[in-house]
């Protein structure tokens, strides 16, 4: 009897183990629809109470493609069409600097000297060589007249007089010698001094008085009041299709010069790393100096855009972005991709497509989520 009781205990404990277990899921189940119900009673609740701000006084324009010039834009150098970098051909002691960056010279204005002590012992040396030879020219040219006139005579005979010929010669040539090593020195000495090849400025001094001079080593730069140039390299891909004469726009923003140039020179060898090639630009401006960065813009003719005026687009931190206006006439902060810059507009790369319309006068009265009040402009 006990083996036959205990099967039906264990069933019994059984069943009342899956009904706690039953009743336990049913009381989860309640209480997530209690607080799914109350969930939804608040977000309908709130969302009874959302009321967006009214927006009036705004310029609101629907977007559409425009045509504007294309053009590729580079970047480049402004720099004097002639320059010259000083240098000594001779090593010593600056003894004095006449001129300073920023002056005004003329050609041929001292600008600077160096010890000449040496070079003018060198010319003392060969002034009195050449006196000294001048001197034993005369005397062999007198010698040779008095044994010519004795030769003449037959009181000599030809060697004698071929032998007194040849030292009248000797010395004459001597002579000569001397006197070009006098103008050797002569010139060794006016190295001393170095003059401007140029009329034009100086725009760097990179020596001071009591400094030695090394030959070959800059000293001085000059830039002459011929003009200058922009140096600019491009992309391969115009290689070909740029001419001399061909007019340029150029921007020069540290100056706030916007201006046209024209191509002057144009290097066909295209570097291989960079792919590029190098063009200089003729323009004039009495604000333009050397070493100036500048935009280089070169037309490649026409092209679809979108644009929107610099005044709509509106930056808030790292972002840049418009307001636009829907259907409804809510407005939202759109982000955007900005571009090249076309007078008062802007390009739009990104963000934004025909037919969009956003928020182009009184935006600063725009709210991200506002709604425009009746009898707005739309």
Do not use: W
Not at 176 to 200: C, H, N, V, W
Not at 338 to 360: A, C, M, P, W, Y
């Amino acid at each position: 009897m006990k083996n036959l009781n205990r099967p039906s205990l264990f069933i019994s404990r059984q069943t009342a183990e899956t009904r706690r277990r039953y009743c336990l899921l049913l009381a989860i189940l309640f209480v997530l629809f209690i607080i799914l119900t109350a969930c939804r009673d608040k977000i309908g609740a709130g969302s009874a109470e959302v009321k967006r701000p009214s927006v009036s006084g705004v310029v609101i324009t629907k977007i559409e493609m425009t045509q504007v010039d294309d053009y590729y834009e580079t970047s480049g150098t402004v720099r004097a069409k002639v320059t010259n970098i000083i240098s000594s051909r001779v090593m010593g002691m600056v003894t004095a600097v006449n001129v300073k960056a920023g002056d005004e010279v003329r050609a041929g204005q001292s600008l600077m000297t160096l010890d000449d002590r040496d070079a003018a012992q060198r010319v003392k040396a060969a002034e009195h060589g050449l006196e000294a030879a001048g001197q034993n020219m005369e005397l062999a040219d007198i010698t040779y007249r008095r044994y010519k006139k004795l030769h003449d005579e037959k009181a000599l005979s030809r060697q004698e007089i071929d032998q007194i010929e040849t030292q009248k010669k000797v010395a004459t040539s001597e002579y000569q010698r001397m006197k070009a090593s006098l103008e050797d020195a002569k010139i060794y000495r006016g190295f001393s001094i170095m003059t401007s090849p140029i009329a034009g400025r100086v725009t760097e001094k990179k020596i001071e008085a009591g400094n030695i001079a090394m030959p070959g080593m800059p000293l001085l730069t000059l830039e002459g009041g011929s003009g200058f140039n922009i140096e600019a390299y491009v992309d391969e891909s115009l290689s070909g299709k740029l001419k001399n004469g061909m007019p340029v726009r150029v921007v020069i923003d540290p100056i706030d010069l916007a201006t046209m140039g024209t191509i002057t020179e144009i290097v066909p060898a295209v570097d291989s790393l960079s792919r590029t090639f190098r063009i200089k630009i003729a323009v004039a401006d009495p604000k333009l100096k050397s070493g100036l960065y500048s935009k280089v813009l070169i037309p490649r003719g026409k092209k679809e855009v979108i644009l929107a005026p610099k005044v709509s687009v509106i930056e808030k931190g790292q972002l840049t972005g418009v307001y636009t206006v829907d259907n409804l006439g809510v407005i939202a902060y759109r982000l955007v991709r900005t571009g090249k810059t076309f007078g008062d507009n802007v390009e739009i790369l990104s963000g934004l497509t025909t037919g969009d319309r956003i928020i182009t006068g009184g935006v600063e009265k725009a709210v991200d989520g506002g709604l425009i009040s009746e009898g707005n402009s739309r």
